[in-house]
């Protein structure tokens, strides 16, 4: 682990350049996985993940299924190389908690209604872990679900928020998640519908407010960059079905382009 | 599907009345049910709480020996906290390793008295890098009625508060108390029918499951917050649960907690 700096924010910039209120560069792919019914790989700032849906399919066991609606089920699993330190295969304590509230974030958005019976789910594997693996591994599993093209209110947004230096900022990075004050994970739909609130740390309630505030502008960003990333993806996909239409080159096999 | 019946059937109940403002108890929405706190209850154990909320109760139990510290804090003692929700406190709980729910109660109880620093860890370094003292709390579950986080946040802090460092069982001096330097409590705000209510029984929290859990410390600071369950709450919701718990920490310090 790294030593802790003696200024996280100096001349009002954060130690890689940013700005108090700014976001690391992100990078998404939408599409990634054959076999999943949607995936996304997300890069942000030095974490990278992958989330891929599987679903609506059968639930088993059959005691499980729900009558009247779908299960969302979310497993979130960290590679054992994701960490300085290598980690234990299989679910910890963190994980499964992480699980938990996560799944929690997609239930409110999710029309489970419409598949009874069913199971829908994400999986999120991180496997390059540096700090705000829980918010990346959400905005990834927002857009796969949606690549599923399964039935949503809206997509889910995450960013966290924290202090550091007494200053309440945006997106911390690893060594501001280590050493800082405190660390707000949040997720809400574009509707302002906060589905994942976590906090630890140390606030005063007029910080938290102002967190809130950030929280907001920074998943406001998530937003418009995974929106960006749907059009961009299915605009090329139905151009590419246009050109389809047009007679195949001779010789060439008949077949899905992308393939 | 008869249980899906029965709570379709309760929920709307529930939500009759929440629109006159009732409870099916009578309380107000902010009232808790009647509180009590005994320390010094289990011989064994070198501090122990048994909290009464309602008809919930539970154990709380401190063990405290000498062991290694972690590599990354090697003059720091440890603090390690397990839930476990026993097969004799509620017919849905069975034996086994603990699952979602008790790990979710165990770190949100961890993360408040964690991050509050209410424990001196660096105190409890006894050689640096070699022997520490390890904290356990242990949390047992004996009838769920309901609200078993907040009771589990005020036995922890009340078990660590009579706690005693047991020095003379290993020579190193006569026992002394546990540094304990502030008093976190969570407050628990659930979000039924658009109301705000404290202290959810069994049935508003089976019924209404999307909560707020928000740790406060004496100067009514936040050391850690945890939204819970499948709903998403608006930001309002969030600053008007956050108060609400705030108060009703304050309330539940002054009079069960400080000596």
């Known amino acids: 682990m790294s030593e802790k700096p003696e200024h996280f924010i100096v001349d009002g910039k954060r130690l890689d350049g940013r700005r108090v209120d700014e976001l690391r560069p992100i990078k998404i792919e939408i599409g990634v996985l054959g076999r999943a019914d949607g995936s996304c790989y997300l890069e942000w700032g030095n974490n990278k993940v992958l989330a891929a849906v599987y679903g609506p399919r059968e639930l088993h066991p059959r005691h499980r299924q729900k009558m009247t609606r779908s299960v969302v089920q979310f497993r979130y699993n960290m590679a054992s190389f994701s960490v300085d330190e290598r980690t234990r295969p299989g679910p910890s304590r963190r994980s499964i908690e992480i699980s938990k509230v996560s799944r929690e974030a997609f239930e409110p958005v999710v029309f489970t209604k419409f598949f009874p019976k069913t199971a829908i789910d994400v999986f999120v594997e991180i496997l390059q872990a540096g700090a705000g693996t829980r918010t990346a591994g959400i905005n990834a599993a927002s857009l796969a679900l949606a690549d599923a093209g399964i039935p949503m209110r809206g997509l889910v947004s995450a960013c966290a928020v924290g202090k550091v230096d007494g200053e309440i900022v945006l997106d911390l990075m690893k060594e501001e998640d280590n050493y800082g004050e405190a660390d707000l994970p949040v997720a809400m739909t574009a509707g302002r519908q906060i589905t994942l609130l976590q906090m630890d740390g140390h606030l005063t309630t007029e910080e938290f407010y102002r967190a809130l505030e950030l929280a907001k502008t920074g998943c406001d960003q998530v937003y418009e960059l995974q929106r960006q990333a749907l059009i961009e993806k299915y605009s090329k996909e139905y151009t590419t079905e246009i050109e389809d239409e047009d007679p195949a080159p001779a010789g060439e096999p008949e077949g899905d382009a992308d393939e | ?259």
């Not at chain 2, 589990?152 to 330097?181: E, N, W």
């Open chain 2, 1 to 259: 599907m008869s249980d899906d019946v029965m709570t379709e059937i309760q929920r709307d109940h529930l939500f009759n009345l929440i629109l006159k403002g009732e409870r099916e108890d009578g309380r107000a929405f902010d009232e808790f049910r009647e509180i009590s706190i005994e320390t010094d209850v289990i011989g064994t154990a070198d501090g122990s709480a048994r909290v009464k909320l309602g008809k919930t109760e539970l154990l709380v139990g401190v063990k405290i020996q000498p062991g290694e510290p972690f590599p990354d804090t090697p003059d720091k003692g440890v603090l390690i906290t397990n839930a476990e929700l026993v097969p004799l406190a509620s017919p849905e709980y069975e034996a086994g390793p603990p699952r979602e729910g008790a790990i979710e109660i165990a770190r949100v109880v961890d993360r408040g008295i964690r991050e509050s620093k209410s424990l001196d860890l660096e105190k409890l370094c006894i050689t640096a890098g070699e022997k520490v003292w390890i904290i356990f709390i242990d949390i047992h579950v004996l009838n769920n009625e309901g609200n078993i986080l907040d009771a589990a946040s005020m036995g922890s802090i009340a078990a660590l508060l009579t706690a005693k460092l047991p020095r003379a069982q290993y020579g190193m001096g006569d026992d002394i108390p546990l540094p304990v330097r502030d008093i976190p409590v969570a407050v628990t705000v659930i979000e039924f029918g658009g109301a705000l209510l404290l202290d959810p029984s069994l049935t508003e929290g089976a019924i209404a499951s999307t909560s707020l859990i928000t740790i406060t410390n004496s100067d009514g600071s936040i050391s850690g917050m945890q939204k819970s369950g499948s709903e998403s709450l608006t930001i309002e919701q969030v600053l008007q649960a956050v108060d609400m718990a705030k108060n009703a920490a304050a309330g539940i310090r002054e009079k069960f907690l400080e000596v």
